[in-house]
C-alpha cells in the first residue's frame, strides 16, 4: 500500500499540489495549483491547510474509514467528479474492491437508484485501471450474515404498525429486500454498512433518520468518538449547515446510549 500522505497529496482537492507526482491509476486530470489559485486562491490555501494539512491525519478516524465516509457522501450527493480520486485514494487506504462495489448497492436504496448507477463509469474506470476483475467483487447472492430474528421483528412490528395500512409496499420491501436481504450481505461488515448509511443521511441533510441508524451503527461497534469525527469530517465534504443539522441529533444520541 502506499503511503498514506503520498496518496492523499496526489488525490485530494488540490491533488495537483504534489508537483512532479504522478497522478493515481484511475483519477481524473488532477487540477495544478496555479489552476485553483487562477480562480480561487482562498480556496487552495484552505485545501492544503485543513483539508490536506489536517482533517485527514486526525486520529479520530482511520484513513480507510475516512475514504467509506467521504465516497459514500459524494454518492449520496451525486457529485461523481470527485470520486474516480477518491476511490483510488480509498483503495489505497485499504478498502477493498467487494466493499466499493458493495457501497455502491447499499446506497441505490438509501440515496437512490441514480445515483448509484451514476456511481458505475467512475468506479468502473478505477478498477479497470487497477485490474480489478469480476473475482474481486461480490456476487449478485450468496451466504448470508446471520439474522437477528428478535430485533428485526420489533422493527417489522413497529414499522407495519405506523405505515402499514399506508403504504403497504414500502413496508414490505423494507422488510424483504433492505432488512432481511441487502443488510444481511456479508461483502460489507455491518459496522461499515452502518458507517455508509449514516455518512449519506448526513450529507442529505436525511436528519429523522439519522436516531435509528446511529444507534444500529454504534450497536455494529462505532465509537462515540468515531460518530463525532464523522460529524467533522462530512462538515467538508458536505457543507457546515448538514453537518450542524445533524449534530443535535448525533449528540442526543449518544447522550442517551450506556456509558
Not at 119 to 131: G, L
Not at 177 to 194: I, M, N, Q, T
Not at 209 to 224: P, V
Amino acid at each position: 500500500m502506499r503511503t498514506f500522505a503520498a496518496t492523499l497529496i496526489s488525490l485530494c482537492l488540490v491533488a495537483g499540489a504534489a508537483a512532479g507526482q504522478a497522478p493515481n491509476e484511475g483519477a481524473n486530470t488532477m487540477l495544478k495549483p496555479e489552476d485553483i489559485r487562477a480562480v480561487a486562491p482562498a480556496l487552495e490555501g484552505y485545501a492544503q491547510k485543513f483539508v490536506v494539512g489536517d482533517l485527514w491525519k486526525r486520529p479520530g478516524l482511520s484513513g480507510r474509514d475516512r475514504s467509506i465516509v467521504t465516497i459514500a457522501a459524494l454518492i449520496a450527493r451525486d457529485q461523481t467528479v470527485e470520486l474516480p480520486r477518491y476511490l483510488a485514494l480509498g483503495l489505497d487506504n485499504g478498502v477493498k474492491p467487494s466493499e466499493i462495489s458493495e457501497i455502491i448497492t447499499h446506497l441505490a436504496f438509501y440515496t437512490g437508484w441514480a445515483n448509484a448507477m451514476d456511481a458505475i463509469p467512475a468506479a468502473r474506470d478505477v478498477f479497470k485501471s487497477r485490474n480489478i476483475g469480476a473475482d474481486q467483487l461480490p456476487p449478485a447472492t450468496g451466504p448470508q450474515l446471520p439474522l437477528d430474528e428478535t430485533a428485526e421483528k420489533q422493527r417489522a412490528t413497529r414499522v407495519g404498525e405506523q405505515f402499514g395500512q399506508i403504504t403497504p409496499s414500502l413496508v414490505q420491501y423494507t422488510t424483504d429486500v433492505l432488512f432481511r436481504d441487502l443488510w444481511l450481505r456479508s461483502a460489507l461488515a455491518p459496522r461499515d454498512r452502518s458507517l455508509v448509511t449514516v455518512s449519506a443521511l448526513v450529507a442529505t441533510g436525511q436528519v429523522a433518520q439519522i436516531t435509528y441508524h446511529l444507534n444500529r451503527a454504534m450497536d455494529n461497534g462505532l465509537t462515540r468518538d468515531e460518530a463525532g469525527e464523522v460529524l467533522g469530517h462530512l462538515a467538508f465534504y458536505a457543507g457546515w449547515p448538514n453537518a450542524f443539522s445533524a449534530a443535535p441529533v448525533v449528540k442526543d444520541v449518544i447522550e442517551k446510549r450506556p456509558h
